[in-house]
């Protein structure tokens, strides 16, 4: 009964570089959420997605980071020319629906480094 | 918008001390509110909820209840262990409010010492 997944767990890159962070939901989860944490912060909410659907990407920074969560295989957040300031913990969560009162639950993370 | 104020950490108790953390929020609609805890390395977890006023969420001996009066949510425990040591969130979700995530506090350090 496996939970979020998330890959990979630590990521490095050179500034410039492309990131990719994957996020396969939990078994008969449809929604996704995309959260950042950085240093002695809480969680900051980026992007909702449901299949092929981008619902709400209020969060989410205008340039260089994009979102998708296609019919097939997991949700994937993309970072482009990444910079030292995305350096941070990012957490996917799922959820059956979109009902506000049902708890997300969320995978161990992605821990991403910028040299 | 929506916010959520808590406690800032750390807080340090001795074990089978009584554990209360402050949590207060503002929101535009009718929120859902949530305990998470994070332990080092990991993910949050679920430690609790209350949808509705009045409702008291229940978990491994912790409690909180939803206040609407006070738009608050507290999180108490009567007798903490070194194992309950880790970082606690409080979250609402606003089916009235504009983004669909949760709206995170900044979270609580707790430290329990034996």
């Known amino acids: 009964n496996a939970g979020v997944m998330q890959n990979p767990r630590h990521l490095v890159r050179r500034r410039g570089q492309e990131a990719r962070l994957r996020c396969s939901p939990m078994?008969?989860?449809?929604?996704v959420y995309w959260y950042r944490q950085l240093p002695e912060e809480g969680l900051k909410f980026m992007v909702y997605l449901q299949k092929e659907n981008i619902i709400d990407e209020s969060g989410m920074p205008k340039e260089r980071f994009s979102a998708e969560f296609p019919k097939e295989g997991p949700s994937i957040l993309r970072i482009q020319q990444v910079v030292r300031g995305d350096s941070a913990a990012y957490f996917c969560?799922?959820?059956?629906?979109?009902?506000?009162?049902?708890?997300?639950?969320f995978g161990d993370g992605t821990r991403l480094s910028i040299l | 918008g929506n916010s959520v104020t808590q406690m800032e950490g750390p807080v340090t108790l001795s074990e089978e001390a009584f554990l209360t953390i402050n949590c207060t929020y503002t929101?535009?609609?009718?929120?859902?509110l949530f305990w998470y805890v994070q332990y080092p390395g990991e993910g949050l977890q679920l430690l609790l909820k209350a949808t509705k006023a009045d409702d008291k969420g229940s978990n491994k001996g912790f409690e909180a209840t939803y206040r609407k009066e006070t738009t608050s949510f507290h999180l108490e425990k009567g007798s903490v262990q070194v194992s309950d040591s880790a970082v606690y969130f409080c979250a609402l979700s606003d089916s009235g409010g504009g983004a669909d995530g949760l709206t995170f506090g900044k979270g609580t350090h707790l430290i329990i010492q034996p």
């Open positions: 969560a799922s959820s059956p629906d979109g009902n506000p009162g049902q708890p997300q639950h």
């Open positions: 078994k008969g989860h449809s929604h």
């Open positions: 929101a535009t609609g009718y929120p859902s």
